[in-house]
């Protein structure tokens, strides 16, 4: 169970607070926790402390930073339980898929803790001409400085873990801001921390809402924000000033299914329902919409509807629970609306549409006008629209049809149609055989149009928190 209350934390130091802000069970709507609430000056104590932390985290040794990602892969596998069961009810996650976070906070750590004595540099040939003869060119990668973080609610411990992971990695300071929603995973982060011996100032855990945060966003200290959440990222993009800025802001992610698939649609439905239904959808890369050859759309369809009318929804504590709550009663509200107004304009429910607070059921459509929100926006919620093509240009074309470009997926046997959606698919990745919904903590993440600037993965997060020195040395 959850502790009573939970600090928050300035400087490497939990901190209490006369001000307290209720976590909630997801799923029962009652009061799971209380955490502390720093103030205005409290916030200026973090930055300021993470200032005077550049210098002492730049000559903190790569061994050392490894000692401290380390020992935080020890203690998580040691409280492994403890951070499952904060996810599952601050999150309203289901207890299975809570544990296969904190399975990738692990390997993310794990992963950071590697790449930790790895951030080298380059010898360069200068030697280009007889006019260089003897020049010589050396690079290392040295950290950034203080760094700023805000993450998201739903995935409370492996989204921060890929900020606060490769800021130690590189020897950034840093001041984090998880979700209001959802601060749990990140405080008991913070309190893992704590016990290792990051020089005072390396890091603050600050439970703010989002009209406190403008610091974070805005303080010229601070040399890169990295933000994980909606649209509102482009704001903070524009506030931030000559910071260095990487925006994750998700998408409506489709995934193809080709038409020699016939032979392989018991495992392509399978992989479909957990990207489309996966912790209820609250993925950036969940899947959203589904294009399908017409030569098998129907088989698909009745299969696939069939499938997830069969999902167990209800109480994420419960093993055999797929479907638990959203995170809240307004957003559930908010794609029934988004459904009821694409049904309204000619689409078809196959299944599922009904809420009950914030149980949504497992919705699949088909006929979903081009601009529906459901099609255009991105829905971050327990749904799927279906769609039939004709030819494979088809599809890329109305998967490239979107405002988003994060991850697509694209289930085939040709190997020529594979090789064509890595070159047209306007896409941050393309996942051949699989659901866009897949990742692996150490590649390159990220995408491209309204779903962001940047890449996570935390050897690419090294490089962004990171800055190349040169050196020049002429032979005397």
């Given at each position: 169970?959850?502790?009573?209350?939970?600090?928050?934390?300035?400087?490497?130091?939990?901190?209490?607070?006369?001000?307290?802000?209720?976590?909630?069970?997801?799923?029962?709507?009652?009061?799971?926790?209380r955490?502390?609430?720093?103030?205005?000056?409290?916030?200026?104590?973090a930055?300021r402390?993470?200032?005077?932390?550049?210098g002492?985290?730049?000559r903190?040794?790569?061994?050392?930073?490894?000692?401290?990602?380390?020992?935080?892969?020890?203690?998580?596998?040691?409280?492994?339980?403890?951070?499952?069961?904060?996810?599952?009810?601050?999150?309203?996650?289901?207890?299975?898929?809570?544990?296969?976070?904190?399975?990738?906070?692990?390997?993310?750590?794990r992963?950071?803790a590697?790449e930790?004595?790895?951030?080298?540099?380059?010898?360069?040939?200068?030697?280009?001409a007889?006019?260089?003869?003897?020049?010589?060119?050396?690079?290392?990668?040295?950290?950034?400085?203080p760094?700023?973080?805000?993450?998201?609610?739903?995935?409370?411990?492996?989204?921060?873990?890929?900020?606060?992971?490769?800021?130690?990695?590189?020897?950034c300071?840093?001041?984090?801001?998880?979700?209001?929603?959802t601060?749990?995973?990140?405080?008991i982060?913070?309190?893992?921390?704590?016990?290792?011996?990051?020089?005072?100032?390396?890091?603050?855990?600050?439970?703010?809402?989002?009209k406190?945060?403008?610091?974070?966003?805005?303080?010229?200290?601070?040399?890169?924000?990295?933000?994980?959440?909606?649209?509102?990222g482009?704001?903070?993009?524009?506030?931030?000033?000559?910071?260095?800025?990487?925006?994750?802001?998700?998408?409506?992610?489709?995934?193809?299914?080709?038409?020699?698939?016939?032979?392989?649609?018991d495992?392509?439905?399978?992989?479909?329902?957990?990207?489309?239904?996966?912790?209820?959808?609250?993925?950036?890369?969940?899947?959203?919409?589904?294009?399908?050859?017409?030569?098998?759309?129907?088989?698909?369809?009745?299969r696939?509807?069939?499938?997830?009318?069969?999902?167990?929804a209800g109480?994420?504590?419960?093993k055999?629970?797929?479907?638990?709550?959203?995170?809240?009663?307004?957003?559930?509200?908010?794609?029934e609306?988004w459904?009821?107004?694409?049904?309204?304009?000619?689409?078809?429910?196959?299944?599922?549409?009904?809420?009950?607070?914030?149980?949504?059921?497992?919705?699949?459509?088909?006929?979903?006008?081009?601009?529906?929100?459901?099609?255009?926006?991105?829905?971050?919620?327990?749904?799927?629209l279906?769609?039939?093509?004709?030819?494979?240009?088809?599809?890329?074309a109305?998967?490239?049809?979107?405002?988003?470009?994060?991850?697509?997926?694209?289930?085939?046997?040709?190997?020529?149609?594979?090789?064509?959606?890595?070159?047209e698919?306007?896409?941050?990745?393309?996942?051949?055989?699989?659901?866009?919904?897949?990742?692996?903590?150490?590649?390159?993440?990220?995408?491209?149009?309204?779903?962001?600037?940047?890449?996570?993965?935390v050897?690419?997060?090294?490089?962004?928190m990171?800055?190349?020195?040169?050196m020049?040395?002429?032979?005397?």
């Amino acid at each position: 169970m959850l502790e009573k209350t939970y600090p928050y934390y300035l400087a490497n130091e939990a901190r209490t607070s006369s001000e307290m802000m209720d976590v909630y069970d997801k799923f029962s709507g009652e009061i799971a926790t209380r955490v502390a609430v720093p103030d205005a000056q409290a916030t200026e104590e973090a930055i300021r402390a993470a200032v005077q932390a550049a210098g002492p985290m730049k000559r903190f040794k790569p061994w050392a930073r490894q000692a401290v990602l380390q020992h935080c892969v020890k203690r998580f596998q040691e409280r492994y339980d403890e951070l499952a069961m904060a996810l599952c009810i601050e999150a309203g996650k289901p207890i299975k898929d809570a544990a296969g976070e904190v399975t990738r906070l692990i390997e993310t750590f794990r992963i950071a803790a590697d790449e930790a004595v790895r951030v080298n540099g380059e010898t360069l040939n200068l030697e280009l001409a007889a006019r260089l003869d003897g020049y010589h060119g050396f690079t290392r990668r040295v950290p950034l400085g203080p760094v700023s973080f805000i993450t998201p609610f739903n995935f409370p411990l492996n989204l921060v873990a890929h900020k606060v992971a490769p800021a130690i990695a590189a020897g950034c300071p840093f001041v984090l801001k998880p979700s209001e929603k959802t601060p749990i995973g990140a405080l008991i982060i913070g309190q893992v921390l704590a016990e290792t011996d990051l020089p005072k100032g390396a890091f603050s855990v600050l439970t703010l809402d989002g009209k406190h945060a403008t610091p974070l966003v805005e303080d010229e200290r601070l040399k890169l924000l990295s933000f994980t959440g909606g649209q509102i990222g482009w704001d903070l993009k524009a506030r931030a000033g000559h910071k260095k800025v990487t925006l994750e802001l998700g998408g409506n992610a489709s995934c193809i299914v080709d038409a020699d698939q016939h032979a392989n649609l018991d495992k392509v439905i399978e992989r479909l329902i957990f990207g489309a239904f996966y912790q209820s959808g609250q993925s950036c890369i969940s899947v959203q919409r589904i294009y399908a050859h017409a030569s098998l759309y129907e088989e698909l369809k009745q299969r696939l509807v069939a499938a997830v009318k069969q999902l167990k929804a209800g109480d994420p504590k419960d093993k055999s629970v797929f479907l638990g709550p959203m995170i809240d009663e307004a957003a559930a509200t908010r794609l029934e609306g988004w459904i009821n107004e694409a049904q309204q304009a000619g689409g078809k429910i196959l299944c599922g549409g009904k809420r009950k607070g914030n149980m949504l059921e497992a919705t699949v459509m088909e006929q979903v006008p081009k601009d529906a929100k459901v099609n255009r926006m991105e829905v971050f919620g327990p749904f799927v629209l279906l769609v039939p093509f004709e030819n494979i240009d088809d599809a890329f074309a109305m998967v490239n049809d979107s405002d988003y470009g994060l991850q697509a997926g694209i289930f085939t046997n040709s190997l020529a149609h594979g090789m064509r959606a890595w070159d047209e698919l306007e896409q941050g990745g393309v996942i051949v055989n699989d659901v866009p919904s897949f990742r692996v903590d150490n590649m390159p993440y990220g995408g491209v149009k309204l779903s962001g600037v940047g890449r996570e993965g935390v050897r690419y997060a090294i490089e962004d928190m990171s800055e190349i020195r040169l050196m020049v040395m002429r032979e005397t």
